[in-house]
T-cell receptor
Framework: TQLLEQSPQFLSIQEGENLTVYCNSS?????LQWYRQEPGEGPVLLVT?????EVKKLKRLTFQFGDARKDSSLHITAAQPGDTGLYLC???????????FGEGTQLTVNP | GAGVSQTPSNKVTEKGKYVELRCDPI?????LYWYRQSLGQGPEFLIY????????DSGLPNDRFFAVRPEGSVSTLKIQRTERGDSAVYLC???????????FGPGTRLTVL
């Protein structure tokens, strides 16, 4: 059973376009992380959100945690080829527990 | 500072052989996690250590898989009688425990022929 559903699974856009990736669940998480992974490397932590309704910004990336702490979104403004990669959301039920990952969104930004 | 390191980066073995994968966590991180990632999928949890003890091993697929962390730092994931279905990237992560923020190593790509 996949507890975290990510959409879309694949996304190919042109440089300069905006995009949003969604991460949805029927379960409540105490925290939710977004990671970015490149081929041959481990996931790199981008952000952690812990409060319902929380919004965090990291340069051109905006992350939001749903009010009920069941879903999250990642919005990228003016995408660049360097944003290309696999974006993963992951949720933790309690502090220190395992992370449950979504299947990822493979983003390709074409120059 | 130094991140999580994993060795070897690649391991090719034959079906039925035994393998050991090593993880060196970030210094001072008390929690250590092992995940497995198949192509095109997100990582799947295997086992979690808090200090020297396994706090949650419910993700280990069967009794061929075993992991240790004898001194509360370095961990070794051991796979006996490897099968072709064990082929995957094995990821290790460490954490202080706060907010589930886990920091990953580069992974070990295991190929079972």
């Amino acid at each position: 059973t996949q507890l975290l559903e990510q959409s879309p699974q694949f996304l190919s856009i042109q440089e300069g376009e905006n995009l949003t990736v969604y991460c949805n669940s029927s379960s409540v998480f105490s925290s939710l992380q977004w990671y970015r992974q490149e081929p041959g490397e481990g996931p790199v932590l981008l952000v952690t959100v812990v409060t319902g309704g929380e919004v965090k910004k990291l340069k051109r990336l905006t992350f939001q945690f749903g009010d009920a702490r069941k879903d999250s979104s990642l919005h990228i403004t003016a995408a660049q080829p360097g944003d290309t990669g696999l974006y993963l959301c992951a949720g933790g039920k309690t502090s220190g527990s395992r992370l449950t990952f979504g299947e990822g969104t493979q983003l390709t930004v074409n120059p | 500072g130094a991140g999580v390191s994993q060795t070897p980066s690649n391991k090719v073995t034959e079906k039925g052989k035994y393998v050991e994968l090593r993880c060196d966590p970030i210094s001072g991180h008390t929690a250590l996690y092992w995940y497995r990632q198949s192509l095109g999928q997100g990582p799947e949890f295997l086992i979690y250590f808090q200090g020297t003890g396994a706090a949650d091993d419910s993700g280990l697929p069967n009794d061929r898989f075993f992991a240790v962390r004898p001194e509360g730092s370095v961990s070794t994931l051991k796979i006996q009688r490897t099968e072709r279905g064990d082929s995957a990237v094995y990821l290790c992560a460490s954490s202080t425990g706060a907010y589930n923020e886990q920091f990953f190593g580069p992974g070990t790509r295991l190929t079972v022929l």
